[in-house]
């Protein structure tokens, strides 16, 4: 199987980023709700959207989005949505280095979470 590369992959990316901005703000501005909560909700929500949209190229062996976006959005906080994107679309499982970004996003953000919500 092999994967194709196309200029839409970057405005879904461009998109999947302006809608983790837009769900951080819009929670920062209408809810009252912690920072790094509405950050953590806003890239999540993007990343896995951008799971289900990879996912529905990889079936049709259409374009895809690039693995690093996909890293990189789990790792600035998105990793509660890649985690569910993995399991709910059955995407990325039989990649190790996706369990392991994963994991790694979770840990720190568990520290970030632990530092900016939960510390006295």
Do not use: C
């Given at each position: ?11 879904y990316t461009i998109g999947a980023i302006v809608l983790g ?7 920062m501005l209408l809810v009252e709700i912690n920072w790094y ?27 895809r989005v690039p693995e690093v976006v996909l890293h990189g ?48």
């Amino acid at each position: 199987m092999s994967k194709q590369s196309n200029p839409r992959n970057q405005v879904y990316t461009i998109g999947a980023i302006v809608l983790g901005a837009g769900i951080f703000l819009a929670l920062m501005l209408l809810v009252e709700i912690n920072w790094y909560v509405a950050w953590l909700a806003g890239w999540s929500a993007a990343l896995f959207v951008l799971y289900g949209i990879d996912k529905a190229q990889a079936k049709l062996n259409g374009w895809r989005v690039p693995e690093v976006v996909l890293h990189g959005l789990a790792l600035i906080g998105g990793f509660i949505g890649g985690w569910l994107g993995m399991f709910i679309f059955r995407h990325k499982t039989q990649k190790p280095v996706f369990k392991l970004v994963l994991a790694l996003a979770t840990v720190i953000g568990a520290v970030l979470f632990y530092y900016f919500v939960l510390r006295p």
